[in-house]
């Protein structure tokens, strides 16, 4: 079978021409969440269940409005037996809907909770040093023991005592 980045990108490009924006975005996310669920794929790839029924189930699921174009896109996706591949697609037409707006997400990982202020300036200071206009996401990871880890797209800016600490020890040992 082939890989879901394969099978998603045609799907993706086709949503995101077809009137790709932040909107469409959103749903989107909404319906790979709920495509995300082991039962729900379960039901989908059940041959005794026809495609309106899970049609149905998805968007009740979802509990959120969609646009006739994402509904079609939908239904397409389940009548050629897709949902699997939907949080893939989610994500790259995502990742088409950033490049065409110049932002790129950021991954934030903080071993404590960041405060709103101190978010914002850092947002600020990784915008002017990455170059683009960043939507920041931040996961707690206690094993950091201290800073942070950036990750924006291939880019990795590990100011982390964990990181310090490896740097030390390979440093000590070559």
Known sequence: MAELATIARPYAEALFKAGGDAQTAQQLSALAAVAGDAQ?????????????????????VANQPLSPSLQNFL???????????????????????????????????????????TLAEMVAALERRFGRKLNPTVWIDPALIGGVRVVVGDEVLDTSVKARLEQMKVALTA
Not at 99 to 104: L, Q
């Open 40 to 60: 729900l794929r379960q039901f989908a790839d059940n041959p005794k269940v026809s495609a309106d029924q899970v049609y149905d189930l998805v968007t009740s």
């Open 75 to 117: 239904r397409t996706v389940i009548d050629n037996g897709r949902m699997a591949a939907l949080p893939e697609i989610a994500a790259q037409f995502h990742a088409l809907v950033n490049a065409r707006s110049g932002v790129s997400d950021a991954a934030i990982y903080s071993a404590f909770p960041i405060d709103d202020a």
